[in-house]
């Protein structure tokens, strides 16, 4: 089993930035790919971005593309998600996830979930 906690969402301004990150405990963090995905209120919940075991290998959503950066510390069990220039569309609850294979995920090759945490950037 891993424990999947995500921290560092809040209120921002369109045009800022955030720093998420994800706490993993139980299996060691580096046999998974790591992800996070986005929910917006009344939309379905899509892919972000997606780094491999080692961290090599990167994959992002078109719509953060240049924009949002994915970094992971095996050593430290920690994923990040880098925010930059942020817009209103990219309000939601942000989950972080795990599965193994390759790191482009879809929901049903999710193997865990985290709780999310609220971004909400205001225009």
């Known amino acids: 089993q891993v424990q999947l906690v995500e921290s560092g969402g809040g209120l921002m301004q369109a045009g800022g930035s955030l720093r998420l990150s994800c706490a993993a405990s139980g299996r060691t963090l580096s046999r998974y790919a790591m992800d996070w995905f986005r929910q917006a209120p009344g939309k379905e919940r899509e892919f972000v971005a997606a780094i491999s075991q080692s961290g090599g290998t990167t994959n992002y959503a078109d719509s953060v593309k240049d924009r949002f950066k994915i970094s992971r510390d095996n050593a430290k069990n920690t994923v990040y998600l880098q925010m930059n220039s942020l817009k209103p569309e990219d309000t939601g609850v942000y989950y972080c996830?795990?599965?193994?294979?390759?790191?482009?995920?879809?929901?049903?090759?999710?193997?865990?979930w985290g709780q999310g945490t609220q971004v909400t950037v205001s225009s």
């Open positions: 996830a795990a599965h193994q294979g390759y790191p482009l995920p879809t929901m049903r090759s999710i193997d865990y």
